[in-house]
């Protein structure tokens, strides 16, 4: 059903608010996937459902507390309708206020515990591999220096400037930088033998299309040094004797 007044979307728009805040505070710590308009609206829904239940049930004890002075009768209003709407409208516009902001605060809450307790890990989250390898796993104060070895045997060596996060796997890209960006294939694209050169003195960022990478290998470098940092995975994970 269509909202037909403005009203009645205002009253659309507030329902869903909660879905929406959380649904755009979990993207921020996932890569985003590639669902049906139908799936993306339907946890949207139960999200906003959820808030706006628990909100109004709050709401609700507060008013008992009050004895009515603070929030509106939610009996009395669904029993007499817009009478009691017509004679509390002041009462009413609080109430709907202060449930929105409730449950959009409720669907904070609930991102912070879940992020607080590990929720999002690779074995549960469908994240990609150049979210988990980029974002997850990338020691702070560093950036990724990255080989993308293409399919036609030549490389480009590079720090991170940015990917695609979403998408199938034909859609992404990977952007790289600095003024150590190297290629290495044959001159001009021509030829069987390979070399080597920097080419970041002259050019600003290359960009390469995923379905043109045979495979990516990634290490960190601290910001300010250059050097090479190990991620706390791999810190933590006992190395085999050689």
């Given at each position: 059903m269509v909202p037909?007044?403005?009203?009645?979307?205002?009253?659309?728009?507030g329902l869903v608010a909660p879905?929406?805040?959380?649904?755009?505070?979990?993207?921020?710590?996932?890569?985003?996937?590639?669902?049906?308009?139908?799936?993306?609206?339907?946890r949207v829904a139960l999200g906003s459902l959820v808030f706006t239940l628990t909100s109004t049930l709050l709401l609700t004890g507060l008013h008992a507390s009050s004895r009515g002075k603070l929030f509106v009768d939610v009996e009395q209003w669904v029993v007499t309708g817009?009478?009691?709407?017509?004679?509390?409208?002041?009462?009413?516009a609080l109430s709907v206020v202060a449930e929105l902001v409730l449950a959009c605060a409720?669907?904070?809450?609930?991102?912070?515990?879940?992020?607080?307790?590990?929720?999002?890990?690779?074995?549960?989250?469908?994240?990609?591999?150049?979210h988990q390898v980029f974002r997850r796993d990338r020691p702070p104060g560093t950036v990724?220096?990255?080989?993308?070895?293409?399919?036609?045997?030549?490389?480009?060596?590079?720090?991170?400037?940015?990917?695609?996060?979403?998408?199938g796997p034909d859609e992404r890209e990977i952007v790289l930088e600095g003024a150590e960006l190297t290629y290495v294939g044959p001159p001009l694209g021509e030829g069987d033998v390979f070399e080597e050169r920097?080419?970041?003195?002259?050019?600003?960022?290359?960009?390469?299309p995923s379905a043109q990478i045979k495979y990516v290998r990634v290490q960190y470098?601290?910001?300010?040094?250059?050097?090479?940092?190990?991620?706390?995975?791999?810190?933590d994970v006992p190395q085999e004797a050689s």
């Open positions: 037909q007044t403005l009203g009645a979307v205002a009253a659309f728009l879905g929406i805040v959380f649904e755009l505070l979990r993207e921020r710590r996932r890569a985003g996937l590639k669902e049906s308009v139908f799936r993306e609206a339907s817009s009478a009691y709407a017509a004679a509390h409208v002041h009462l009413v409720l669907a904070v809450v609930a991102d912070l515990l879940l992020a607080k307790r590990g929720h999002e890990v690779s074995s549960v989250q469908q994240q990609t591999a150049w990724p220096w990255v080989h993308a070895h293409l399919v036609d045997g030549t490389s480009f060596f590079g720090f991170l400037r940015s990917h695609t996060a979403s998408g920097v080419i970041g003195e002259r050019w600003e960022q290359v960009v390469i470098r601290d910001v300010k040094t250059g050097t090479r940092v190990d991620s706390r995975r791999r810190r």
